[in-house]
């Protein structure tokens, strides 16, 4: 059973674009989701994160948006160059107050922008 | 700093061998967890040290995986014997105690280990 569904499987986006990359969550105990970004031949590297007490989180050209009645959380890449083409994994943990925890990942996007 | 190095890079085995990964985790990170990825599949967890006690190893498939991780600095991961479905790539990652909510971990660049 997975826990965190994720996608597209893969996305082709024009330079400049928006790529935008989705996931769904069931368990409601999760309260942190983060988004990594890995490269061939690299580990996932954390892009940004967000936790369910705002619904919105930027950082850069990447943001999160999140709806935690509809259990929904998305990655949106503005203005996407080439060297965003990477895989993209999103992910769910419940920490609470007991420190880390492990994540549950999505099954990854892989991201190709084209020049 | 320097990150998590794992060793060695690429496995490439005969189904019923033995095999051993290495994790170096960031120094002085207490958390220190083994992660797979099957070909195309979601990573999943495997288990999860906080300094050399296993915290969480629910995600271990099978008694043929072994982690240890003496002294509470590198760990290993021993799969004996191995078999096809053991393919995959093995990430590790670590992270520092917080004690509050969860932080990033950094993942090491993995082992492709393939069983044939």
């Known amino acids: 059973q997975q826990q965190v569904k994720q996608s597209p499987q893969s996305l082709i986006v024009q330079k400049g674009g928006i790529s935008i990359i989705n996931c769904a969550y069931e368990?409601?105990?999760?309260?942190?989701f983060p988004w990594y970004q890995q490269f061939p031949g690299k580990g996932p590297a954390l892009l940004i994160a967000i936790r369910p007490d705002v619904s919105e989180k930027k950082e850069g050209r990447f943001t999160i948006s999140f709806n935690k009645s509809a259990k929904q959380f998305s990655l949106h890449i503005m203005d996407s160059q080439p060297g965003d083409s990477a895989t993209y994994f999103c992910a769910a943990s419940n920490g609470g107050l007991q420190g880390a925890q492990k994540l549950v990942f999505g099954q990854g996007t892989r991201l190709t922008i084209n020049p | 700093e320097a990150g998590v190095t794992q060793f060695p890079s690429h496995s490439v085995i005969e189904k019923g061998q033995t095999v051993t990964l290495r994790c170096d985790p960031i120094s002085g990170h207490d958390n220190l967890y083994w992660y797979r990825r099957v070909m195309g599949k979601e990573i999943k967890f495997l288990l999860h040290?906080?300094?050399?006690?296993?915290?969480?190893e629910s995600g271990m498939p099978n008694n043929r995986f072994l982690a240890e991780r003496t002294g509470g600095t590198y760990s290993t991961l021993k799969v004996q014997p191995a078999e096809l479905e053991d393919s995959g790539v093995y990430f590790c990652?670590?992270?520092?105690?917080?004690?509050?909510?969860?932080?990033?971990?950094?993942f090491g660049s993995g082992t492709r280990l393939t069983v044939v």
């Open positions: 368990n409601t105990a999760f309260d942190y």
């Open positions: 040290f906080v300094k050399e006690s296993k915290q969480d």
């Open positions: 990652a670590s992270s520092p105690w917080t004690g509050n909510a969860n932080y990033g971990y950094t």
